[in-house]
């Protein structure tokens, strides 16, 4: 069997171990402590914000944005409906009702058009949602300026969920800052990893100040322990923050090679029939996180599923693009707005939608070999059909 191709392995640059010795060497194996100073300033000055909270995850990063934004149970938040479940489930924490918003084609994230039939309606019902989470897919940052503008008119706050999109810009400007708060998530499998953790960002520093002080149990300024609001463990060691510093110095790199093989599957695969790669919305940058795209059954031969599987048989590991929210029995319940009254194109996406491996380690001849199995199952596929 060959050895197998994972979709976004973890990628160590071989400097992660000089900061993790440093805090060993200092005996900083403590949650907190110089790397994790030193990592959230890294963080603040390479995205351009005000400043930087290292957080145990991304999830962690979101469920804090919220309490700092005041959601309360009962409350209502519009949320991009094709993500990870984890953009949506710290609403839940807080007994807030999530509502969600369809794709757009151009950007597969938050469509504008969508969103603004749910303001619309909101402002009728007298419930206008207390925060709106943009997801910014596979790297590609959405359209913000529309959603920024539109969420401005109500003078509701975005929170950016930038978890995919660490080293991507739109319009020169790093992706994850054009919210109130932005988070990124350093996952096993995201660009960047500490094996678990993320990073909560904002202009907003004191708001940040109460983020670290909710992240570390709430404890108020005393000589003893005493708590007047209910906190979390949430923060990041030490250890993995120094994991984390090493990582951020090859991003730059990592998003150069993602995009890299973004693009040998775009020569190799764009003139098949039925193949469609993930567009890049002009002016914006993507890192090419994962190269996703649709297949189109009657013209390829095969669709998303069947493809999947041709590949799992030669030991690689493909994955059908996110299920969008609103079609999960977790949010059976919830309300969504689809981008056209005859068009739900995140059900389209998830329907048709493959994310190929695109991790940074992922040598040539591997990429090649998975290029081929694709090529050949067209050629197989349209001699059956
Ligand atoms: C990975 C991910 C998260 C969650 O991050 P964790 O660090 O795993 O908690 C949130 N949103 C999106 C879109 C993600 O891909």
């Known amino acids: ?50 400043g930087a909270v290292a957080l145990s995850s991304g999830t962690a990063a979101i469920h804090l944005a919220l309490k700092l934004l005041g959601i309360k149970r009962n409350d209502y938040v519009f949320c991009s409906s094709l993500t990870f479940v984890a953009s949506a489930n710290p609403i839940v924490y807080e007994g807030a009702n999530p509502i969600f918003i369809d794709s757009e084609p151009e950007t597969w994230n938050m469509s504008p058009e969508a969103l603004k039939s749910a303001f619309n309606d909101a402002e009728t019902n007298n419930q206008l949602p207390k925060a709106v989470i943009v997801v910014n897919l596979y790297g590609q940052s959405a359209r913000m300026d529309e959603i920024s503008t539109i969420c401005e008119h109500y003078n509701v706050p975005i929170i950016e969920d930038a978890a995919e999109s660490l080293g991507s810009s739109y319009k020169g400007k790093k992706s994850g800052t054009f919210g109130h708060f932005g988070i990124y998530s350093f996952n096993g499998n995201k660009i960047i990893s500490t094996s ?130 609103h079609m999960q029995p977790l949010f059976k319940h919830a309300a969504f707005y689809s981008h056209h009254v005859e068009e739900v194109v995140s059900e389209d996406l998830f329907n048709r939608g493959i994310c190929l491996p695109s991790g940074s380690a ?3 001849d591997e990429q090649m070999f998975i290029i081929d199995c694709i090529v050949s199952a067209a050629v197989s596929g349209k001699a059956a059909g």
């Not at 005996?27 to 963080?43: H, K, R, T």
């Not at 960002?201 to 149990?217: G, N, Y």
């Not at 300024?221 to 951020?248: D, F, I, K, M, W």
């Open 1 to 50: 069997m060959r050895k197998r191709i994972y979709l976004s392995p973890p990628h160590m640059s071989g400097n992660e171990q000089k900061y993790i010795n440093e805090a060993f060497e200092s005996n900083w194996i403590a949650p907190l402590g110089p790397n994790v100073d030193s990592f959230e300033q890294e963080m603040a000055s390479y995205t351009g914000s005000g």
């Open 196 to 325: 678990g953790g993320g990073m909560l960002v904002s202009d907003h520093i004191d708001l940040l100040e109460k983020a670290r002080f909710l992240a570390t149990q709430a404890r108020d300024a005393a000589p003893y322990y005493e708590h007047s609001q209910t906190g979390y463990n949430y923060r990041l060691s030490n250890l993995l923050a120094g994991v984390g510093r090493a990582q951020l110095e090859v991003l730059e790199d990592r998003v150069q090679t993602r995009r890299e093989i973004f693009l040998r599957y775009e020569d190799a695969l764009c003139n098949l029939p039925g193949i469609e790669l993930m567009p890049e919305l002009t002016s914006t940058r993507s890192n090419r996180w994962l190269t996703a795209m649709t297949i189109d059954k009657q013209k390829f031969g095969l669709g998303a599923g069947e493809l999947i599987g041709l590949l799992e048989k030669e030991n690689i590991e493909a994955r059908h693009v996110w299920k969008p929210l």
């Open 362 to 364: 992922m040598t040539i």
